[in-house]
Every structure is written in C-alpha cells, then in structure tokens.
C-alpha cells in the first residue's frame, strides 16, 4: 500500500467508533524542532508547551477521556542545569496561564511523578492544580512530570512491603491488580494507545507496567509541530489494529 493509500485507509476510519478512551503521548523533538531553525533549545521547549495546550482541547473534543502526557523523565536531571531551570518554568507557567481555561472546561489536572527534588513553589502550584479541579470529569490531564515507570514500580513495591511488615497485607494476597492500585496511576485505566514524536521507537521508561497492552504509535512528526490532525491520524491508525489481549483472534466471516 502507497503512503497517500495508506492515508486514505486512515482517513476514512470513523473517530466516532472505538475512541481510546487513554491516550498517553510521549512529547519528543522540542530541540530538534529548535535545532532545524537555528533557534535556542529553551524556544522549542515553549514551542512544545503550545503544543499540548491545543492537543489537550483537540483530546478533549474528541471525547478522549484520559491524557497522559510525558513532560519531564526522572533521567532529564542530566540535562544542563539552564535547560532543567527552563523547564521548570515552563511547568509553573503552564499551571499559572492555563489552569483557569482548564478548570472551565472541566478538565481535572493530576501530576504524577516524585515531587522530592522539586522546588516548593512548584510543589505547591500541583497542590493548587489538583486541588481546584479534583471534581471535574470532561478529560483527565495527566502530566508525568520527573517521572520515571522503574522508580514508579520501585516505590509502589515498597509500599507494599511497608504493608506486609505491618501485617496489614498477606504477601500470598499480592495480586498484579495490588501492585497497580499502589502506582501512580490508580485508579486510571492503563492506556489504550501510547504516540511517540520525533521517530523515536523506544518508551523510555514510560509507563512500562502500564503499557502491557497498549497500542504504539510512532511518528516522525516533532512535538512542536504535532497537531490535532495528527493525533486523529494516531487514532483512526490504532482503530484499524487487533487488539486481542493474549487471546485469538475471533474469525471472520
């Protein structure tokens, strides 16, 4: 099939049926997008903020339920000190600017990853996000945020012991339902569908509990330049997939 069919084929996929209801992206290429225009890695990296402002109101409007975005990994303290500082403005700016328009439209904002190394007023403007919008139901906007699915795992793990020492929980009780209700994403359904931009085709440490089953989506597009457009194409590309969870395929007529 020729790319321009293969488009088509996606094109003509109803989005109204068998929407995911959990989409979980992984934003890469802020400073490639930045490097192709000779322009400074911190001007990418607010390129890639508008990006998931106008994503987030295209997920919304097409009845997603639950978005996951990876914003900053566990890892990325490697990266040069003026870099991580960016993104750390980047973060408070994008609460501070868009937290209004999200609690209007009913979108509740939850931030996972460890808040430990992270700076007070930060802390302190999730606290106030997730405060404000813990009611709403139209879209659940998860922003993993220095975090990392082994240190997740690891932490989840732990607790659990703490439980068991107590005598709190039976070890012969521990269930792989026990090991997600203590992750940071309990109570969320695992996602159905996982982009990644940038060509990139790795999760790098992303939600790997999580992503037993989850469709992958790779793309070449950059973060910045990722629209609502594209994600439709992502999700008319995974209705076309069989999904069948470990059992055979049923036959078709």
Do not use: C
């Amino acid at each position: 099939m020729s790319t321009s069919d293969q488009s088509a084929s996606l094109s003509e996929v109803d989005l109204a049926l068998e929407m995911p209801r959990h989409v979980a992206i992984i934003m890469d290429g802020n400073r490639r997008w930045a490097a192709k225009r000779l322009l400074p890695r911190q001007i990418g990296h607010r390129q890639g903020v508008e990006a998931v402002r106008v994503i987030t109101r295209a997920a919304g409007e097409m009845g997603i339920r639950y978005l996951t975005l990876y914003g900053f990994s566990s890892e990325n303290w490697k990266r040069p000190a003026d870099e991580v500082s960016d993104l750390m403005g980047l973060l408070r700016l994008f609460i501070r600017r868009d937290l209004a328009e999200l609690h209007q439209n009913g979108v509740q904002v939850r931030i996972i990853g460890e808040r430990e190394h992270l700076e007070a007023d930060i802390v302190a403007l999730i606290d106030e996000a997730e405060t404000l919008t813990r009611d709403n139901a139209n879209l659940k906007l998860m922003i993993a945020f220095n975090y990392g699915g082994q240190n997740e795992i690891t932490s989840a793990v732990r607790r659990i012991a703490r439980e068991v020492k107590a005598g709190r929980f039976d070890p012969d009780a521990i269930t792989p339902e026990t090991v997600a209700a203590h992750l940071d994403t309990a109570g969320v359904p695992d996602p159905d569908l996982i982009i990644r931009t940038s060509g990139e085709k790795r999760l790098s440490n992303f939600l790997i509990w999580q992503s037993a089953y989850a469709e992958l989506v790779f793309t070449d597009v950059l973060w910045p330049d990722f629209t609502p457009d594209r994600l439709k194409e992502a999700v008319a590309e995974f209705k076309l997939r069989d999904r069948r969870f470990g059992a055979v395929a049923a036959a078709k007529p």
